[in-house]
């Protein structure tokens, strides 16, 4: 069958440009999904290329995704990348990945034993946050999720991401091998410690001194990644194919604009990322500061003011030049000053570059979706920022204005009488509480008196509750595009 192993390419697309016959399979990666293929498939498909790294890709599915996976083989574990920037699009093709193995189609055994060979000295993750069985509330591993009470039962045939990486590594141990560094690249915050958690805690259940061993011997580097990768869809993949002149069903659509903090502590090796962008650092907690803070704080911000304001997208919001301008105030004089960066931390020039990622028309972001769960999302996006303005007298008026248009959007009712479909957690409770104080300005102290989202020394703060009631009460009265106009000045 022609596919993009077989056929001749279209003569514009960035090839992979090295003998894949030198990669070995250093890496295990496990979840095969869309965001790994346009992120960490791809920097390590270009470090091959640019230098003669042998880092290689086995990809596996534990469950899930099997035909992607039949795919992948069919074309020699190649597969396309399109980078769609708001001048053009460039097609790629990432030759990283070497081979593959899925859970149910190969058995649970061969993933173990590709996982226990010695070369392999990285065991990466995109499992999605469920996959680390942890309990939202608490932190700690859910001994309650069916996965984790199969793989106790029954911990030499797991099933669980958790269970596997635990099995490897007893049997490395067993095997005298060394270990491997596991690498979360979920978009959780300090993920290696979300996973090296979760992964301690079920060693613990089944063997004290496995838990021991892994604690002394493995590294959980934390990362922080970027990159807007959308589900790829039909539309996407005939897209792809008319860039590449041959279908690819593996191939995804992304942004051009791609980001990967990854902490700097791995027990065997790992490749040169930062050749091809990636930087390595000592703690990357400030750099997921200055993601949440500035790229998410200014997502919610728009996502908010911008569906009041009658806009679908993030795209069409940033076409108004007021939201514009008042998203990078919120950047660099809201959000910015409260950060701690490493010396020579380029805070405008990230900003300016969310800027251009927010404009860019081929990414349909939809002001709806950001906007959803809100009560989760504020505490991180503002609670700190908030924090800091208060500590330091500083002014906080487009924060104040940020949570305004969250609470005036969970009222349920927009600017021309319809109702908003508010997903959150807490829907219910708000609806009760606007149901039972009305939607007058009066009601933001009831809110911010909701403890979970606005701990006391924010909610019950003064000049908070009078800043959110102002912007509250100008969009009520003016409407969200007017608010923002005003805030432009
Ligand atoms: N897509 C993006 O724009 C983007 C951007 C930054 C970070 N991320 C992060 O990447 C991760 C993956 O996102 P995606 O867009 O690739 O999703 P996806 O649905 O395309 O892929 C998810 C992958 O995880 C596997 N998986 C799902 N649940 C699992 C479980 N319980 N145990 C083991 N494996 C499981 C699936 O088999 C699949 O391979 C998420 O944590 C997401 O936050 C995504």
């Known amino acids: 069958m022609k596919n993009i192993s077989n056929s001749e390419l279209n003569p514009d697309i960035q090839p992979v440009g090295f003998d894949r016959s030198r990669l070995k399979t250093k890496i295990v990666h496990l979840g095969f999904g869309a965001f790994h293929r346009a992120h960490q498939g791809l920097y390590t498909s270009e470090l091959a290329h640019k230098t003669d790294s042998d880092w290689g890709y086995c990809e596996v599915n534990l469950f899930g995704g099997e035909a992607l996976i039949e795919a992948l083989r069919e074309q020699d574990h190649l597969y396309s990348v399109l980078e769609k920037g708001a001048d053009g699009n460039q097609a790629k093709i990432s030759g990283s990945v070497i081979e593959s ?3 149910d189609l190969d058995g649970i055994d061969a993933v173990l034993s590709k996982m226990t060979e010695p ?13 680390y069985c942890a309990d939202a509330a608490t932190g700690k591993l859910d001994q309650t999720n069916p996965a984790i009470i199969a793989d106790l039962a029954n911990p030499q045939a797991p099933k669980s991401a958790i269970g596997v990486i635990v099995e490897a590594l007893r049997l490395r141990k067993e095997t005298g091998l060394t270990p491997f560094t596991v690498m979360s690249c979920d978009n959780i915050q300090e993920n290696g410690h979300v996973a090296k958690a979760a992964i301690l805690q079920y060693a613990t259940l089944l063997d004290e001194t496995l838990s021991q061993w892994i604690e002394a011997n493995v590294t959980f580097p934390c990362t922080m990644v970027d990159r807007i990768v959308p ?23 992304c942004e051009p604009f791609r980001q990967w903090v990854i902490e700097d502590n791995f027990v065997a090796g790992r490749p040169e990322w930062n050749e ?27 996502a908010y003011l911008g569906y009041l304001g009658g806009y679908a997208h993030i795209s069409d919001t940033m076409a108004d030049e007021n939201y514009k301008a008042v998203a990078y105030k919120v950047m660099m004089e809201a959000q910015a000053p409260t950060l701690s960066m490493p010396e020579g931390t380029d805070l405008q020039g990230y900003a300016e570059r969310l800027i251009e990622r927010f404009v860019n028309p081929s990414l349909k972001h939809r002001t709806w979706q950001i906007a959803m769960d809100g009560s989760q999302k504020i505490p991180q996006r503002f609670g700190g920022s908030l924090r800091h303005h ?10 104040a204005t940020a949570i305004a248009g969250w609470i005036r959007y969970v009222t349920g009712i927009d600017e021309d009488g319809q109702l908003i479909d508010v997903q959150d957690p807490m829907a219910n409770r708000l609806a009760e509480l606007f149901a039972e104080h009305g939607s007058e300005p009066s009601v933001v102290k009831t809110v911010l008196a909701l403890e979970s989202i606005f701990p006391t020394d924010i909610g019950q703060n003064p000049r908070v509750v009078e800043a959110v009631t102002q912007a509250y009460q100008s969009l009520v009265k003016q409407g969200a595009r007017k608010t923002v ?5």
């Not at 390595?280 to 949440?292: A, C, I, Q, R, T």
């Not at 208060?390 to 924060?399: H, K, Y």
Request: charged share 20%; proline share 2%.
């Open 231 to 253: 589900a790829a869809t039909e539309d996407a993949l005939n897209e792809i194919a008319d860039s590449l002149g041959v279908y690819d069903p593996c191939g995804i659509a």
């Open 101 to 103: 193995l899925h859970g």
């Open 276 to 302: 091809v962008g990636a930087q390595f650092v000592g703690d990357v907690v400030p750099y997921e500061e200055m993601k949440l803070r500035m790229l998410n704080g200014t997502h919610s911000f728009l």
């Open 485 to 489: 106009a005003d805030l432009r000045g």
């Open 119 to 131: 070369q392999v000295a990285i065991v990466s993750l995109t499992v999605t946050e469920k996959g």
């Open 390 to 399: 208060l500590a330091n007298g500083t002014s906080f008026e487009l924060i």
